[in-house]
């Protein structure tokens, strides 16, 4: 593949994603919530970081990207609308903007509702989405700072990307996303399917992630809500599930 993508494990269940375009060895790091896992990933890919891309403005995403900006002199990257919230910005970007990695490119889509200023990045050839807190596997980011249709309206774009596009979040949230799934779609093949592999990773250690967006379509009620009421009733229910 042109572009690599690798989940790196950091604080307590975050996924740090180190990038490498395959034909000029340009490296991006994207939600560095600690520097240490970070550098370790960079410094095994042979210690070259030309960004870093941030997804939003809180702190399990960012904390660590003034240090790999001194260390490596890597450019960070976020929305021009949360420049405020997030670390002073080398290139700020805003909805259908473009950033190069090498010779791959990303698209910027702004998918408000788990932050107001939250963009995810896709890279349309490598098919490759780093989605941040808006969508996980089998789940969806909480409204923080959003609401319901704006959540909506955001996985709805999500939703529309190539099936075969490789999603990239932010955390490893899944064996707790089946469990609220299968309540919610109990008999969902798929969804049954799915929550079986995923203990299975679990167990041996494996993340979950990345997962593609067909089989995110065929299993995840939050993103197979028809509207806006049913997808904030399931987010509340969530919310409220232990
Ligand atoms: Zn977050
Ligand atoms: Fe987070």
Sequence with gaps: MALSVEPVAALSDNYIWLLKDAATGAVAICDPGEAGPA????????????????????????????ELRAKYGAKLVG????????????????????????????????????????????????????????????????LLEGTAAEMFDSLRKLAALPGETLVCCGHEYTESNARFALTVEQNNTCLVARSAEVRV????????VPTTMADELAANPFLRAGSVARLAEIRTAKDNFR
Excluded at 46 to 62: A, E, F, K, P, S
Excluded at 126 to 137: K, W, Y
Excluded at 201 to 208: E, L, N, V
Aim: with cysteine.
């Design 39 to 66: 550098i370790a990933a960079v410094e095994a890919n042979g210690g070259r970081l030309d960004l870093v891309l941030l997804t939003h403005h809180h702190g399990d995403h960012i904390a660590g990207a003034e």
């Design 79 to 142: 929305a021009t609308a949360d420049a405020r919230r997030l670390p002073k910005l080398d290139i700020s970007l805003a909805e259908g903007d473009k950033v190069a990695l090498g010779g791959s490119e990303a698209v910027v889509i702004d998918t408000p509702g788990h932050t107001r200023g939250h963009i995810a990045f896709h890279f349309p050839t490598a098919r490759v989405l780093l989605c941040g807190d808006t969508l996980f596997s089998l789940g969806c980011g909480r």
């Design 201 to 208: 990773q679990r167990g041996a250690g494996r993340p979950t």
